[in-house]
């Protein structure tokens, strides 16, 4: 892949295809993505009670920044040359802008960021394009760079995957973090003097007293005993992939508190936590089996949203480029994240405007030493009959602790039970579609409620019985690969391709899942 060029948009292809054919089609996969950083104390952010203040956020970076396997897409381009760049508003920095604007920020995105960039795009392109009264900064980078889309094909795609390969992408990406490579005949610099030209642009180019954030990324895989084996050479792929990532935060670590001490007028925060955050929802290497609580978009599937028995279902998907990308949920995680770890950043100038209004989805009071943070998660879909657990955990005591969490279950105003711990089992006996409400209460007596909408179907997702091709099953995409008329979720032999090449076998946690 030519670094500095991005990934043309593939061809609309049908949607059942042999299995040579759609090894061919993953065989393209384009991806942007990198790996997670550690512990950095953030920069210091605005009182939480200072309401009154405006900021001028600029999105850059790859399609983790640009929110690629999130759905909802701006519109394309016409004049973009680098074809689709998937920049979604179900993205991480929506979900924080929409956080800030909740708490009055008055908040405005600018998105430029582009699905297949690298370090070069951002600098060439992004920066120039970027507004000149931009407050703070926000990016992922770094991942087209090592070329990841490379790991993912021969680390976990089946078909492709190989010790020799795996091994051999997992070295080259690693040796590319902090020394200089030679592709095609041209020197190409580090990611970690890339990115330092990144921030010496930035700084260039904004006021002193801006802000850049940049942002980790999860683990490709939960942490289980992964190993493939063939032509007697054997590959511990879960291990290097894990350690390629680890390498990677501790550049980016280091990077930022070394361009932190020379006290630039631009400050970095590095947002640590995404790769714990994530722990335990990663995909699951194996071919039998997906992970039923993933936060990252599996193979041949995208947009995956909580059920609301709390796992995961998506939509199907041939769209390569949306592969092994944060999900919705995740999205939701890293804005949650950045919201914990940075707050409303210094940054933030004061104004004399009106507040945003709070978005009815997310309402909940303001976040004050007075008042508690109120966070009930959803939208919520349940199955009638069947427990559905209600997480309000992002809740949070501004002042001691919270003391009490009240659950209205059928939204009429009237809170139905009472609990000291921050999630709840219910039951819903019969189908409906109303709200969700939460009431928290924190040592000094102050509380806060939010809502979020709430559909109790009679199998667990919103399609109707007449036209559910699993009408007793949870089916959210109602994917049908082979075509019989009964969806994918419900189907025993659903006609996915799962063969490795010959000689390949792949041993997980559970044993041997390969040929």
């Given at each position: 892949m030519n670094i500095m060029k991005r990934a043309r948009p593939l061809p609309v292809l049908p949607l059942v295809l042999s299995a040579p054919a759609l090894l061919s089609l993953l065989g393209l996969l384009s991806l942007s993505i990198l790996s997670p950083p550690p512990l950095q104390a953030p920069a210091q952010a605005v009182d939480a009670g200072?309401?009154?203040?405006?900021?001028?956020?600029?999105?850059?970076?790859?399609?983790?920044?640009?929110?690629?396997?999130?759905?909802?897409?701006?519109?394309?381009?016409?004049?973009?040359?680098?074809?689709?760049?998937?920049?979604?508003?179900?993205?991480?920095?929506?979900?924080?802008?929409?956080?800030?604007?909740?708490?009055?920020?008055?908040?405005?995105?600018?998105?430029?960021?582009?699905?297949s960039s690298t370090t070069g795009d951002v600098i060439n392109e992004q920066i120039g394009e970027m507004p000149s009264d931009t407050d703070l900064v926000m990016l992922t980078i770094g991942g087209n760079d090592v070329h990841f889309p490379d790991i993912v094909k021969r680390?976990?795609?089946?078909?492709?995957?190989?010790?020799?390969?795996?091994?051999?992408?997992?070295?080259?990406?690693?040796?590319?973090?902090?020394?200089?490579?030679?592709?095609?005949?041209v020197a190409v610099p580090s990611v970690r003097s890339q990115t330092r030209s990144i921030l010496e642009k930035l700084d260039a180019k904004l006021a002193d007293g801006a802000q850049v954030i940049l942002v980790g990324y999860p683990y490709l895989a939960t942490d289980a005993s992964y190993t493939l084996r063939n032509w007697g050479k054997s590959y511990d792929a879960g291990s290097g992939v894990r350690g390629l990532t680890d390498q990677a935060t501790a550049m980016q670590s280091s990077l930022v508190q070394e361009w932190n001490a020379a006290a630039p007028g631009l400050q970095a925060t590095f947002v640590d936590g995404t790769a714990t955050a994530f722990s335990g929802h990663e995909p699951d290497p194996s071919v039998w089996a997906r992970n039923d609580y993933r936060w990252i978009n599996e193979f041949f599937e995208t947009e995956g949203r909580?059920?609301?028995?709390?796992?995961?279902?998506?939509?199907?998907?041939?769209?390569?480029?949306?592969?092994?990308?944060?999900?919705?949920?995740?999205?939701?995680?890293?804005?949650?994240?950045?919201?914990?770890?940075?707050?409303?950043?210094?940054?933030?100038?004061?104004?004399?405007?009106?507040?945003?209004?709070?978005?009815?989805?997310?309402?909940?009071?303001?976040?004050?030493?007075?008042?508690?943070?109120?966070?009930?998660?959803?939208?919520?879909?349940?199955?009638?009959?069947?427990?559905?657990?209600?997480?309000?955990?992002?809740?949070?005591?501004?002042?001691g602790q919270i003391t009490s969490y009240e659950w209205d279950f059928d939204g009429d105003g009237v809170y139905d039970e009472t609990t000291s711990t921050p999630t709840v089992d219910h039951v819903f006996a019969s189908e409906a579609e109303g709200s969700l409400a939460l009431r928290v209460t924190q040592s000094n007596g102050g509380s806060a409620v939010a809502t979020?909408?709430?559909?109790?179907?009679?199998?667990?997702?919103?399609?109707?019985?007449?036209?559910?091709?699993?009408?007793?099953?949870?089916?959210?995409?109602?994917?049908?690969?082979?075509?019989?008329?009964?969806?994918?979720?419900?189907?025993?032999?659903?006609?996915?391709?799962?063969?490795?090449?010959?000689?390949v076998t792949v041993e997980t946690a559970g044993g041997s899942d390969g040929n």
């Open positions: 200072q309401q009154d203040v405006t900021l001028n956020v600029a999105l850059l970076g790859d399609s983790y920044s640009a929110g690629s396997g999130a759905g909802d897409y701006e519109a394309e381009d016409p004049d973009d040359p680098g074809g689709k760049a998937y920049r979604s508003r179900n993205s991480w920095a929506h979900h924080y802008v929409d956080w800030l604007n909740e708490r009055g920020a008055h908040a405005t995105l600018t998105n430029l960021a582009h699905s680390c976990f795609m089946v078909g492709l995957r190989s010790a020799s390969g795996c091994r051999e992408t997992v070295q080259t990406a690693d040796s590319r973090l902090e020394s200089e490579a030679v592709e095609g005949g909580r059920a609301g028995d709390g796992t995961t279902t998506s939509t199907w998907s041939l769209d390569p480029a949306v592969f092994y990308h944060p999900n919705m949920i995740g999205h939701e995680q890293i804005g949650d994240l950045i919201a914990k770890q940075v707050g409303i950043p210094s940054a933030a100038k004061p104004a004399g405007a009106r507040r945003a209004p709070i978005a009815p989805a997310l309402a909940a009071a303001d976040a004050t030493p007075e008042t508690p943070f109120a966070w009930i998660q959803g939208p919520y879909v349940a199955r009638a009959g069947e427990k559905l657990t209600i997480d309000a955990s992002a809740s949070y005591a501004t002042a979020t909408d709430l559909l109790v179907s009679d199998d667990g997702d919103s399609t109707p019985a007449a036209t559910d091709n699993c009408p007793t099953v949870g089916n959210w995409g109602q994917t049908d690969y082979d075509g019989d008329g009964l969806g994918d979720e419900c189907d025993p032999a659903p006609g996915y391709p799962t063969a490795d090449k010959d000689g």
